[in-house]
């Protein structure tokens, strides 16, 4: 499969911030996914977003296939947005990778 | 969606395990991944059907899954280690190049 790369490993917010995680893959993807992971570890689907740009909310993804790198924003963070964050992408051999995800803190 | 049980588990070490998966029930594809503390899921293994297509992330074969009517699975830990301790998951989805994986809650294993 390929490998993931997520950046950063650690992010503390203020509520009300707004913040970028990035996603860099090793090879061309056909499938991406962001996921939030809660506190019971659950994978919560955010985004399926292997191109182009999406919104959900206060969240939106971008993926520049060509580039393959894939950016989750969170505007106007909430304490409710904590948790971690992993992306996800597949090529043809149909696993999913994903990266080491990306702490996100968000205080009051 | 995906459901999983048990929700957890604790074992002794040298037992035997077996976790169940519920697909969503118009998906063909079903996976299993394993996620350890602070690390993201690493797969396992994933079936298209009735058959394993991949098994290439079974780490060795004291774990063995099946689908046997290509629906519910099964993930077999045989001989537990501590090293075994972990979340176990499973997802599925529709067969295709372009398809969304659900994972279920998955399955906290704990070898004592």
């Known amino acids: 499969g390929i490998q993931v790369e997520q950046s950063p490993p650690d992010l503390i917010l203020q509520e009300g911030a707004n913040s970028t995680l990035r996603c860099n893959f090793s090879d061309s993807v056909n499938n991406l996914q962001w996921f939030h992971q809660n506190p019971w570890g659950q994978l919560i689907n955010l985004f399926y977003?292997?191109?182009g740009t999406k919104q959900n909310g206060r969240l939106s993804a971008t993926t520049v296939a060509t580039e393959r790198y894939s950016l989750l924003y969170i505007s106007s963070s909430q304490t409710t947005d904590s948790g971690v964050y992993f992306c996800?992408?597949?090529?043809?051999?149909?696993?999913?990778?994903f990266g080491a995800g990306t702490t996100v803190t968000v205080r009051a | 969606g995906v459901s999983q049980n048990p929700r957890h588990k604790i074992t002794k070490r040298g037992q035997n395990v077996t976790f169940r998966c519920d697909p969503i029930s118009e998906h063909n594809r079903l996976y299993w991944y394993r996620q350890t503390l602070g690390q993201g899921p690493e797969f396992l293994i994933y079936f298209q059907g009735t058959g394993a297509a991949d098994d290439s992330g079974l780490p060795n074969d004291r774990f063995f899954a099946v689908r046997p009517e290509g629906s519910v699975s099964t993930l077999k830990i045989q001989r537990t280690e501590r090293g075994d301790s972990a979340v176990y998951l499973c997802a599925s989805s529709l067969i295709g190049k372009d398809t969304e994986a659900f994972f279920g809650q998955g399955t906290r294993l704990t070898v004592v």
């Open positions: 977003i292997p191109s």
């Open positions: 996800a992408g597949r090529s043809n051999d149909y696993k999913l990778s």
